[in-house]
């Protein structure tokens, strides 16, 4: 039971901050994506994955100084006993899948040569 409610109130943060990041970075031209949203246990911190088109790490930091009006934000949309503490963090899943594509090709233009 409080697994699928953590699930849903990471939903939840989700979607509200796609919204709320898509506004605040839309005036600096970047595109950012939520990619996923990680609760502690307690629900006092909430690790936010995110991808950007432009500058991953430029965005990473914008959104860091910005975490306490997105809280803020947050806090006025959901109705939670404690809105948690947000850090921003890079998603390397995408990269990672980038490399491993890269690898395989490799692979399969050896394998073609030989």
Known sequence: MRERRKERIEKL?????????????ELAGDIVTVKKVLL???????????????????????????????RFLLARKLNLRYTPKLRF??????????????????LRNKEEDS
């Not at 943060?13 to 605040?24: F, P, R, Y």
């Not at 307690?42 to 306490?68: C, H, M, P, W």
């Open 13 to 25: 943060i989700e979607q509200e901050l796609s919204v709320d990041i898509h506004e605040i970075l």
């Open 40 to 70: 502690s246990k307690d629900f006092s911190q909430a690790k936010v994955y995110i991808t950007a088109l432009q500058n991953n790490d430029r965005a990473v930091e914008v959104l860091n100084n910005k975490a306490g009006h997105l």
């Open 89 to 106: 963090l890079k998603d390397e899943e995408e990269e990672k899948e980038r490399r491993l594509d890269e690898l395989f090709e490799k």
